[in-house]
């Protein structure tokens, strides 16, 4: 008798979070969802906040639920922790909270951002040191403004973690800076696998603060004794560092071809459009682009433009009281949008007033205004323009790699939120002129559960993984038209 192999994926995103978890045998991935809640920031005196403590009483529950799901005496072998990618903690020696979290898109980094732009010595030789292009979210931008604001805060931490590595060190104990997520932070070398010391002088961040980052499959050690309690099925858990940003785990779930011809597009409140390479694409055509030089967990790269969406559809729904709340009213949007003719003109969705607007309708339609251009008459006509403008968004990065890079991608693949939206995969597939295959899949939780299955040799590699799971998967091909 095969004995299966059980892992918990604790994966939280900017707008929702949820504990899965995975059963491997034989060479079979089987997914329960154990918790899902929502996430937020807060806005207080004009400032932008995660509510962490939420945050972990949620994963704490999430684990609990994942036993209850287990079967009679099994026992939960792993878990793994992934989030968003840039937001961080900072930390004193004993692990204590010294400065409150911040979320990402709180306007504060505006002006070390429109500083570090202007200086266009500056902005390419931080990119040719990170591989990172300047952008609002920055970690190196957040803690630049922090460190300027309250000076103080350099005698306070001693520690910054980011926000999966706080997690794995109030599960398992050990502060680790893990390597993807500390890829997204603009203060890595991009020609190594540690910290640039140019990016940290230029942002004045202290070196301290980091540790060299470790590789995902790094095993933390157990469960901290207060977690595992009373609960037999925990005693031996082992808490993995997976790739902890959501992202590379989103990637390393589809199932590529291993000659790398392949777009990868994780489709969620962002649309990360990008590919794995040996190599960093650098240059000043990729700096002006907005490229970004993203890590996988084992160190590779993924070159990857950050393009805005699902959050302009998100957005969008604030302003309609017709927004639909059930799987039907969302199928039947996505259809009425589909009926209508394509429009002629779509929106600049790199429109920076996109980023945090306190209406996005009002944003969309002042853009459109601005353009001369008429605005849609209901929400199924919105739907429409912000599908077809990301479809658009998404062959354009496509293009831009094939540019800077000679190779011709043939297929792209394509998860997450999006990926279940008829209308955006059929936008992306006709703008680009390649098929679009999307997945029915949980990515990120799926990469997440990977690594840990690779970590503990239960699967060989992630090509073997990638290999066994594309087997199993449901896929949906979408063949350009027009
Ligand atoms: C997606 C994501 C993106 C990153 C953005 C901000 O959840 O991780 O990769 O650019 O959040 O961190």
Known sequence: MVTPQYCAAIDLGATSGRVILGQWKSNKLTLKEAHRFSNHFDTIGGHD???????????????????????????????????????????????????????????????GLKHLKQTRAAASRI????????????????????????????????????????????????????????????????????????ALDYFRVPPHWFSKPVFSGTRLGGLSKAIIADSVALKKTVVIAVPGHDTACAYDAMPAHPEGSDLFISSGTWSLVGFESPEPLLGEEAVVAGLSNERRGNGGYRPLKNVIGLWLLEGIMKDFSSRPTSDEAWAKLIKSAEQLSAPKQLLDVADP???????????????????????????????????????????????????????????????????????????TANAAGIPVISFNLEGTAVGNIASQLIASKAVKDLATFRRLLGKTLDQTTYTPLG
């Not at 922790?81 to 979320?103: C, E, K, M, Q, S």
């Not at 945090?356 to 853009?367: E, G, T, V, W």
């Not at 912000?386 to 968004?393: A, E, N, P, R």
Request: net charge positive; glycine share 6%.
């Open 49 to 111: 906040y995660w509510n962490i403590g939420a945050l972990w009483n949620e994963v704490l529950t999430g684990i609990k639920k994942a036993t209850q799901l287990l079967p009679k005496s099994a026992k939960l072998h792993s878990v793994g922790v992934d989030t968003w990618g840039v937001d961080y903690v900072l930390l004193n020696d004993d692990g204590r909270l010294v400065f409150p979290v911040h979320a990402y898109r709180d306007l504060r980094t505006q002006p």
């Open 127 to 198: 990119f040719a040191a990170t591989g990172v292009p300047p952008v609002f979210y920055n970690t190196s931008l957040q803690l630049e403004e922090t460190i300027q604001n309250c000076p103080s805060i350099t005698d306070l931490a001693s520690r910054c973690l980011f926000l999966p590595d706080y997690f794995n060190y109030l599960l398992s104990g050990r502060m680790e800076n893990e390597f993807s997520i500390s890829s997204t932070s603009q203060l890595l070398d991009v020609n190594t696998k540690d910290w640039s010391r140019t």
């Open 353 to 427: 007033s996109f980023t945090n607007p306190i209406s996005m309708k009002k944003a969309i339609d002042l853009q459109l205004t601005k353009r001369r251009l008429i605005a849609p008459k209901n929400l199924a006509g919105y739907t429409r323009l912000i599908c077809d403008s990301l479809g658009k968004g998404h062959a354009d990065a496509k293009a831009l790699f094939e540019r800077l890079t000679g190779r011709k991608f043939k297929r792209i693949l394509m998860v997450g939120g999006g990926s279940r939206n008829r209308l955006l995969c059929q936008a």
